[in-house]
């Protein structure tokens, strides 16, 4: 009964590659996110769906691609890793307007070697 | 820029004292505020909140404050049990905007 689920937990794969990232919410939430936990341990936001429509997009390097098939779902490809992505990726999900909280996955490390 | 900064990145407390876990933002549209805590190899995990309209939220063993003129958020952890050793991460955004802004996060560690 896993509120926002992320796979895989783990990732590790040579610069160059091309991997994704898959997340699924079941807590009928809206709005969906991908952030991103750098070496200094900050959590900075990448993206944002709204109903299955891009909302925020940060400075974010456009070998990053997310998809949202449904509002259940938010995935995350990243072309041509580099070793600079090397990070903790984390999904989360909230409900719209109001006051809601952030509902977060387990995190991907994702490691390029 | 870091709008929203947690200034010690570590604290310790003995189990059955008062963990106060601070917080500083620069941006006044902010007017929700959150408390987020996180194991390793874990998601943040959601724990309190406050709305601007507030000066204090109360649950159970954890309770927010917010001092608006300040703009300085804390956390009262009373008593500390050592499960409560994690990080925390204060969190905001305005309403109508859908971006969370974290803070740096403090390890708290509770000794036994």
């Known amino acids: 009964d896993t509120a926002v689920s992320q796979t895989p937990k783990y990732l590790v794969t040579q610069m160059g590659n091309d991997k994704s990232i898959k997340c699924e919410q079941n807590l009928g939430h809206d709005t969906m996110y991908w952030y991103k936990q750098d070496s200094k341990k900050f959590l900075k936001i990448m993206f944002s769906y709204n109903n299955k429509e891009l909302i925020i997009n940060e400075t974010v390097p456009n070998r990053f691609s997310p998809k949202s098939p449904d509002k259940a779902h938010l995935n995350l490809h990243i072309n041509s890793l580099e070793l600079g992505d090397s990070a903790v990726y984390f999904c989360?999900?909230?409900?719209?307007?109001?006051?809601?909280?952030?509902?977060f996955g387990n995190g991907t490390r994702l490691t390029v070697t | 820029d870091q709008q929203v900064k947690q200034n010690s990145p570590s604290l310790s407390v003995q189990e059955g004292r008062i963990s106060i876990l601070n917080c500083d933002y620069t941006?006044?549209?902010?007017?929700?505020f959150l408390w987020y805590k996180k194991y390793p190899a874990e998601g943040p995990t959601f724990l309190i909140s406050?709305?601007?309209?507030?000066d204090k939220n109360e649950d159970g063993r954890f309770t927010v404050f917010l001092n608006k003129s300040a703009k300085h958020l804390s956390l009262h952890i009373v008593p500390s049990q050592p499960g409560d050793s994690a990080v925390y991460f204060c969190a905001t955004h305005s309403s109508g905007t859908y971006k969370y802004i974290f803070g740096t996060g403090t390890r708290l560690k509770v000794l036994a």
């Open positions: 989360a999900s909230s409900l719209t307007g109001g006051d809601s909280p952030l509902h």
């Open positions: 406050i709305s601007s309209i507030k």
């Open positions: 941006n006044s549209m902010f007017d929700y």
